[in-house]
């Protein structure tokens, strides 16, 4: 009976210390949180000081996540959501709460009340270079081609939202033209990032819309220098990534301390070689070797917040316009 007794004693110390240690509800895309990406490093790192659980929510990409925290509404359990991007955060802002400002060494001025940055890039087609010799080197070029291209859709994917304001801000009024003239390029539109990529990789296209940062994967982690990032004299439009607090957090001081943890040389550091992208901080350390073969865009596009908010709806339309005839 004793026995008994202490084993269910037990039990219930277990049950309660579980109950006791706080929860951190983070909303991410899922590439975030891949066996390969930077989720599992920076859980492990913020729960060796905060007393703390992570638990990870995934919604698709980028713009699915802004979607699936828009339908949640008040319900929603997400504390801190990261992966939105500038080109989304003026819909966002509602949503979120005020959190202090962090140093960054990004290369254009960032400041935003309820977002931090944690890494950027620019958007790129990406090739094989031991199978492609004859590079396009403007969207004109890629449309007269008969190159095949994946690329992802930009109602849920950041990047392919990315795309559209890419070839807006490169072609204004032009760019239904542009779209009409690349329609038959296009093999097929992803809801996000890692299927248009997979389709890539699994040689089901010519070229990908991913990222300038994406060869130094194969290089760094795979020893592969097969793969580049094509060069546009348009020059190449950036992302942003942030994450913020929401208004609904229960969780609010592990939520801003979580958002300063990802601005640490650890967590950045661990970013460039998981989510391979720039670091919204450059770490002590610097970059790894491999990055300094990277493309560097003659010319940055970006678009403010409150610019991409206004040309989202429009330029969707004229996509898809395009896309449909």
Not at 87 to 95: D, F, H, Y
Not at 174 to 192: M, R, S, Y
Not at 292 to 303: C, F, G, N, R, V
Request: net charge negative.
């Amino acid at each position: 009976m004793k026995t008994k007794l202490l084993a269910a004693g037990l039990a219930t110390l277990a049950t309660t210390a579980m109950a006791e240690t706080p929860v951190l509800h983070v909303l991410t895309y899922d590439s975030f949180t891949a066996e390969w990406g930077p989720g599992p490093i920076l859980k492990k790192g913020f729960e060796a000081t905060c007393g703390c659980e992570v638990q990870f929510t995934t919604a698709g990409d980028g713009a699915a996540v802004l979607a699936r925290l828009k339908l949640d509404g008040d319900k929603s359990e997400a504390d801190v959501v990261v992966g939105l991007d500038t080109n989304l955060t003026a819909e966002a802002e509602p949503l979120f709460a005020d959190i202090a400002a962090q140093p960054n060494t990004l290369p254009v001025p960032y400041a935003d009340p309820k977002f931090v940055p944690f890494d950027w890039g620019y958007f790129a087609f990406v090739y094989d270079n031991t199978k492609l010799k004859t590079v396009p080197k403007t969207f004109e070029e890629l449309a007269a081609s008969n190159l095949k291209i994946v690329i992802e859709d930009p109602r849920s994917s950041t990047p392919g939202l990315g795309l559209l304001l890419w070839v807006k801000a490169a072609y204004g009024d032009k760019a239904e033209q542009v779209w009409h003239d690349l329609a038959d390029n296009i093999v097929t539109v992803t809801p996000g990032w890692s299927e248009a990529y997979g389709m890539f990789l699994d040689g089901q296209a010519d070229m990908v819309l991913s990222y300038t940062t994406s060869p130094a994967y194969h290089l760094i982690a795979e020893s592969d220098a097969s793969k580049s990032a094509a060069p546009f004299d348009e020059g190449h439009y950036m992302q942003i990534e942030v994450a913020g607090k929401t208004l609904t957090s229960k969780q609010p001081a592990l939520a801003d301390a979580f958002l300063a943890y990802l601005g640490s040389d650890e967590a950045q550091a661990a970013l460039i070689t998981t989510n391979w992208m720039y670091p919204a901080k450059t770490p002590a350390a610097g970059l790894p070797a491999g990055f300094e073969t990277l493309i560097q865009p003659a010319k940055s596009l970006l678009m403010s917040a409150a610019e991409a908010q206004a040309a989202r709806g429009p330029a969707i339309e004229e996509w898809q316009t395009a896309l449909a005839k």
